[in-house]
């Protein structure tokens, strides 16, 4: 029982850090003045109203007696009394009935307390009033045996005028209260969403240069802890891509001296043989740079995506290529180079293993996807996952003579998900492989 209803509350309230404060704090006082209020209503507002109600119908039922009796002078004096001292006017209308059209607000405390005391001193269908017709004024009429006597007196005679001075003071300061609220959570919460960016932007593969932590002493803690985890994530990248650029450029000299010195060889058989060894090892270098390069620095900039994919294609001229350009015009922030890069990637991947590739995009709620799809031989499924590691080489469906040292699909990984995608495998309907690749908007 109390997990289901647990469960619902989880629904029902709020997601975000600051609205679940702003309940915390404003339902309290909220509850605290409602509870006030009902507490005035019922035990001071309702009981005095009910008192000043009994009081005026207590005056009136002592009028009705007066105008009972035969003595005129009597009757003169009070009505008169009355008129000058407590705002009483009296009209007496003989030969007249009641109106029959209803002037009671049924859900009016004033209104039910005074018929209740109409009722009980006259009975039924010997009383009618009215408290909306004047703004100011209440109209009573009562019946006797062959007469109508109307009574108009102040409302203030049945309602008390600090209902609303009390509603006013118990609103007024409850929403000053939530006001100030709002402005402390407000700032409260800011260091949290702005430290929630941060990490939300360096997942995504983007380089957070300042990062101010600002806040609470813990939030603070916390954001300093991310921004020195943050320098050591990226010192360590910065090494790894120093160290591949370094060893990469270092093997470029003696290589170099290598190709002089076959130059000067006179056995072409053995050049030959030895070039090819040399370019192979020339392409395995240009890999390994261009591995250690997703790792550069760069911001993310608005890109066309119709036209992005169009310069890739101007690029690689080729005519087995084919895009179906979308029919949206859609925009995404990410790393232009970077994300060209890992395009280039998989199309060119697609052209090695099969004659045609087609590329179409689609777009769902928030996310851009992008289908990549070749008519090769494909990669059997239970190698989805190892063609990501990098130097994985498929030896089965995939050609052995094809040049590459295992790193293209990684590379492309590797982009992907720093951009806060995901990059999926499987069967094209063209009979080779389809990489599907999602990107967040």
Not at 135 to 151: A, G, L, P, W
Not at 162 to 167: C, D, E, I, T
Request: hydrophobic share 40%; with cysteine.
């Amino acid at each position: 029982m109390f997990f289901g209803l647990n469960k619902f509350l989880k629904i029902l309230l709020p997601k975000g850090l600051f609205y679940r404060s702003l309940i915390i704090v404003a339902a309290p006082i909220i509850i605290l003045q409602i509870t006030i209020t009902i507490v005035f209503f019922d035990s001071i507002w309702i009981k005095a109203n009910k008192g000043m109600t009994r009081s005026v119908v207590g005056e009136i039922k002592t009028l009705i007696d007066v105008h009972k009796g035969n003595d005129q002078n009597q009757i003169n004096f009070l009505t008169k009394s009355y008129k000058e001292n407590f705002d009483f006017v009296i009209n007496v209308n003989e030969d007249e009935s009641l109106p029959k059209v209803e002037g009671e607000r049924r859900f009016s405390p004033m209104d039910r307390s005074l018929r209740r005391e109409l009722k009980s001193s006259f009975g039924n269908n010997n009383y009618w009033f009215d408290t909306t017709k004047y703004k100011d004024i209440v109209e009573v009429r009562i019946k006797t045996k062959n007469k109508i006597i109307q009574f108009l007196f102040p409302k203030e005679k049945i309602a008390t005028s600090s209902v609303r001075l009390f509603l006013l003071w118990i609103t007024v300061p409850s929403l000053l209260l939530i006001f100030i609220a709002i402005i402390f959570l407000k700032n409260q919460t800011r260091p949290i969403v702005n430290l929630a960016k941060a990490a939300e932007r360096f997942g995504k593969g983007d380089y957070i240069n300042e990062f101010r932590p600002s806040g609470a002493s813990e939030i603070r803690k916390a954001a300093y802890e991310f921004d020195r985890m943050v320098k050591r994530i990226n010192r360590h990248l910065t090494q790894r891509s120093e160290m591949l650029s370094g060893i990469s450029h270092d093997l470029r000299t003696p290589l170099t001296r290598l190709k002089l010195q076959l130059a000067m060889i006179n056995q072409k058989e053995i050049v030959k043989k030895m070039s090819n060894d040399i370019d192979e090892m020339e392409r395995m270098l240009n890999d390994y740079l261009e591995f250690s390069k997703t790792q550069l620095k760069e911001s993310s900039i608005s890109i066309n995506i119709n036209e992005f994919f169009e310069e890739i294609i101007r690029d690689l001229n080729n005519k087995n290529l084919h895009f179906v350009q979308s029919k949206e015009n859609l925009v995404l922030a990410a790393r232009r180079n970077a994300l060209k890069r890992c395009f280039n990637n998989l199309v060119q991947n697609g052209l090695s293993y099969g004659k045609n590739v087609y590329i179409s995009i689609t777009k769902s709620t928030n996310r851009l996807i992008v289908f990549i799809d070749d008519d090769g031989p494909g990669i059997p499924k239970d190698e989805y996952q190892n063609v990501f590691k990098p130097f994985y080489r498929l030896d089965k469906s995939r050609s052995l003579n094809q040049s590459g040292v295992g790193l293209g699909m990684s590379i492309s990984e590797d982009i992907i998900k720093s951009h806060g995608g995901n990059i999926l495998l499987s069967t094209s309907k063209r009979g080779g492989l389809q990489v599907k690749i999602s990107l967040p908007f």
